[in-house]
């Protein structure tokens, strides 16, 4: 599929530095700086998105706050992946009336997948009157632009047209962690799987230039960053977009080069386009986790075909012997639907099959949910969401006690781990495969590579002792 690639222009992303400079001078006006509140559903990439939305909203003069009473702005960015997803926010966004009642100037801001969705704008245009933003994903960089009218009074501003995407560089990001990095490599996804509305929200696959991607990686290591994850919706089809030669496993080397002591981490890998060069390019690198998230969806060839998946339950097999041929240690997760629409009996013991013959580390499993456009949601869907649950449960069982049996035999085993953050009693820590450690020690040590000796665990976390 061939794709047009959209860079925003500097010139525009001057202008809208310019008026975050703007919106920052009627602020500073204010007895106290005014207060922003982000909150993010759905996957990384909105995690991303939402560090640029901080990231803008701090140069503009805003503070952070946790408290939707006192926030003179709330941004809610969205996912459309699941029903479920999206019932969550249309509630919380319909308690704001709340707050705006008692608040009338508070700007209440929707953006993200769900605002890109035919007839969602439309929606909240009339049915959620106390919103005075709605912006997409790709007009994420004008988000100053909107602010600045909304000050200078104009009601409510809509901005959530059909596009195919762009890239706009050089936005300002206000990071979570000072340890971990996401770092978007390409937007929007090609794949059109049956059930999956990211691509008709996300847009057509468009890659960073390499250059813009390495510089980032740079200016993430020097500033202390030891855990970067490299995002896309299928990494291993970066530079298809680009003509210039390099590839996913391309990018990794050159990563990989970079001076400094930090993890290299990727998600997502679509199996059809995962193969050699990247199992090869991880086990020659010297910074590259340990860990391929895998989605598999289904064990069944039936299912993954009316999924558009292309590949088959034996192709993915094969390609999980391939990776561990590379690396024999190398920590398996993957993604697997429950319930795609007519999947029988036969079909789901299949995909219970594939997970005790590849025995991943962990599963992220999901019921199937209908998404209005995609093929998936017009399919007969003879199977009871009772039926589903079961199924679900059963496959939750069967992955449980895998997870468990192989956090088990970590126990005796020294890992070097990066701690990470703090969690109750306990620093957090993750070893190169993702596994997170629970250990005593002081906060201090966040941010720091240590060996340390696994002395328990359970099927979610292992324990371990500092040497
Ligand atoms: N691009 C990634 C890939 O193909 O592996 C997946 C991204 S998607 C945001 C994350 C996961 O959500 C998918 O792997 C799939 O298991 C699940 N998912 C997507 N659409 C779904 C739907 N309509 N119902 C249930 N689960 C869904
Ligand atoms: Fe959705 Fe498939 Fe694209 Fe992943 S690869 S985002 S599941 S369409
Ligand atoms: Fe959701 Fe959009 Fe991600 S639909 S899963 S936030 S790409």
Redesign the pocket.
């Known amino acids: 599929m061939s794709t047009k690639r959209i860079e925003i222009s500097k010139e525009d992303l001057d202008r809208e530095r310019d008026i975050m400079e703007q919106v920052a001078e009627i602020n500073s006006r204010l007895p106290s700086p005014p207060l922003a509140l982000v909150d993010t559903y759905?996957?990384q990439q909105n995690e991303a998105d939402s560090e640029k939305l901080r990231g803008m909203l701090k140069m503009m003069g805003y503070s952070m706050t946790a408290s939707e009473a006192e926030a003179d702005i709330i941004v809610i960015n969205t996912c459309a992946?699941?029903e479920h997803a999206e019932q969550r926010v249309l509630g919380n966004v319909g308690a704001l009336t709340h707050t705006k009642k008692e608040k009338p100037s508070q700007l209440i801001c929707l953006c993200g997948c769900m605002m890109q969705e035919p007839g969602m704008a439309e929606r909240i245009k009339s049915s959620y009157r106390h919103v005075s933003l709605v912006f997409g994903p790709h007009v994420l960089w004008r988000f100053p632009e909107y602010v600045l009218r909304l000050l200078r009074g104009e009601k409510r501003i809509f901005a959530a047209e059909e596009s195919d995407g762009v890239i706009a560089e050089g936005l300002p990001s206000a990071r979570d962690s000072a340890v971990k990095a996401w770092l978007p490599i390409m937007y929007g996804?090609n794949?059109f799987?049956s059930?999956?509305?990211?691509p008709y929200v996300r847009g057509r696959e468009r890659s960073r230039l390499p250059g813009d991607v390495e510089a980032e990686a740079r200016r993430l290591a020097g500033a202390g960053y030891k855990d970067i994850t490299l995002l896309g919706?299928?990494v291993n089809s970066y530079g298809r977009d680009l003509d210039n030669g390099v590839d996913f496993a391309d990018l990794i080397r050159r990563i990989d080069a970079i001076p400094g002591d930090f993890l290299i981490r990727f998600m997502?890998?679509?199996p059809k386009d995962a193969g050699e060069r990247l199992f090869a390019a991880m086990a020659e690198s010297k910074k590259c986790a340990r860990h391929i998230h895998l989605?598999f969806?289904s064990g069944s060839d039936r299912v993954l075909k009316a999924m558009n998946r292309r590949y088959t339950r034996e192709g993915y097999l094969e390609l999980i012997r391939l990776a561990r041929s590379y690396m024999p240690d190398v920590v398996l997760t993957s993604?697997?639907?429950v319930g795609f629409p007519g999947e029988t009996e036969e079909e789901f013991e299949d995909t219970l099959s594939l997970v005790r013959e590849v025995r991943f580390d962990a599963l992220?499993t999901?019921?199937?949910?209908?998404?209005t456009g995609?093929p998936?949601a017009k399919m007969p869907d003879p199977f009871t969401r009772r039926e589903k649950q079961a199924r679900f449960d059963r496959l939750i069982a069967l992955q449980n006690s895998v997870s468990e049996e192989k956090h088990r035999s970590y126990v005796g085993q020294v890992r070097r781990v990066l701690i990470d953050g703090e969690d109750g009693e306990y620093l957090t820590s993750r070893t190169s495969g993702g596994r997170l450690v629970r250990l005593a020690g002081d906060r201090s040590l966040i941010g720091q590579f240590k060996d340390v000796r696994i002395t328990d665990s359970n099927t979610w976390a292992l324990y371990g002792q500092l040497i």
């Open positions: 759905g996957c992946v699941r996804c794949n799987c059930y999956c509305i990211v919706q299928n997502t890998s679509h989605p969806q993604d697997v639907i992220f999901f019921i199937f949910s209908p998404r995609t998936a």
